[in-house]
């Protein structure tokens, strides 16, 4: 009878050997799974985090029915008269403005209407300022506007920067909206004369 238990005891000393391996691979399986679980969750958290960020950051925008206008003051030349309000759901501070003019075919230096900068918080829908491009000449050619925003989100200390572009016939006072070519030769004028 001993040796019977014995050798029983053998075989279940051996099976609580193996068993024990497979525990410990199981459980290092299990960990592996778990860390990986919690990393994606974790990742996937911050990806949360800031799209939200995004959507609540500032948003500096022409007013809704207020787009710029020009304004004869004289002889051949016009003021731009723009007009700016925050749609974004938190302030914006430490705001610049600029206003480029340059000619349809980018032949000449974009002439610059000014820069602006308001220090003061901007509320979201709050109270916005209007400021003007000073003496933009009148041409026979038509030219492009381009106003150039930047500003701080008070929330997170980020920058965000935009740009409007609009077109000019030269003649009349109206604005309107230039193409997506348009704006790619736009652009590609400003990086020529080192505008950013």
Request: charged content about 25%; hydrophobic content about 35%.
């Amino acid at each position: 009878m001993g040796k019977v238990f014995k050798e029983m005891w053998k075989g279940f000393v051996a099976f609580w050997e193996k068993a024990e391996k497979i525990a410990t691979v199981a459980t290092a399986c299990f960990m592996l799974v778990t860390v990986i679980i919690a990393y994606c969750a974790v990742k996937q958290q911050t990806a949360v985090w800031e799209e939200e960020k995004k959507l609540g950051r500032p948003y500096i925008s022409f007013p809704e029915g207020n787009t710029p206008t020009i304004e004869r003051t004289g002889g051949s030349e016009y003021n731009i008269w723009f007009a700016f309000e925050n749609i974004g759901k938190r302030p914006a501070s430490q705001f610049y403005f600029c206003i480029y003019a340059l000619d349809e075919n980018c032949e000449t230096k974009p002439l610059t209407g000014g820069n602006f900068y308001y220090a003061n918080e901007i509320p979201p829908g709050g109270a916005y300022p209007a400021w003007h491009a000073e003496n933009v000449k009148r041409t026979k050619e038509p030219r492009y506007i381009v106003a150039i925003f930047r500003y701080k989100d008070l929330f997170t200390s980020d920058y965000y920067s935009q740009s409007y572009y609009l077109k000019w016939n030269g003649v009349d006072a109206k604005l309107k909206h230039t193409t997506k070519d348009e704006q790619q030769n736009v652009d590609e004028c400003l990086q020529q004369n080192d505008i950013q």
